[in-house]
């Protein structure tokens, strides 16, 4: 079992810049693929960005490459969600997801382990 908790969330004005966090419990999170997704009010929770448990290569969802940026620092059992440029739009809980040796990394339902989200607002 593995427990993963997000931070880093907050109010932010449009065109600002968040970094979110989340850190793993457990064993060997190197070997898990981690991901994060976002659910806005009365819409479909969405992929945003992984990193593959075996490539230092951030995957993103379309609409958000250039502004989001995932990393990791596998000593200290962390990913990390760069955001930039904020707008409006990007408002959501922001969900972190694992799943060892995980391949696909853009569907929700692949993902073992979830944390409890972290709520992201941008103003305008």
């Known amino acids: 079992q593995v427990q993963l908790v997000e931070s880093g969330g907050g109010l932010v004005q449009a065109g600002g810049s968040l970094r979110l966090s989340c850190a793993a419990s457990?064993?060997?999170?190197?070997?898990?693929?981690m991901g994060w997704f976002r659910q806005a009010p009365g819409k479909e929770r969405e992929f945003v960005a992984a990193?593959?448990?075996?490539?230092?290569?951030?995957y993103y969802a379309d609409s958000l490459k250039g502004r989001f940026t995932i990393s990791r620092d596998n000593a200290k059992s962390t990913v990390y969600l760069q955001m930039n440029s904020l707008k409006p739009e990007d408002t959501a809980v922001y969900y972190c997801?694992?799943?060892?040796?995980?391949?696909?990394?853009?569907?929700?339902?692949?993902?073992?382990?979830w944390g409890q989200g972290t709520q992201v607002t941008v103003s305008s």
């Open positions: 997801a694992g799943r060892q040796y995980g391949s696909i990394w853009s569907y929700q339902y692949e993902y073992e382990y």
């Open positions: 990193s593959r448990w075996n490539s230092d290569s951030g």
């Open positions: 457990g064993r060997a999170f190197s070997t898990y693929t």
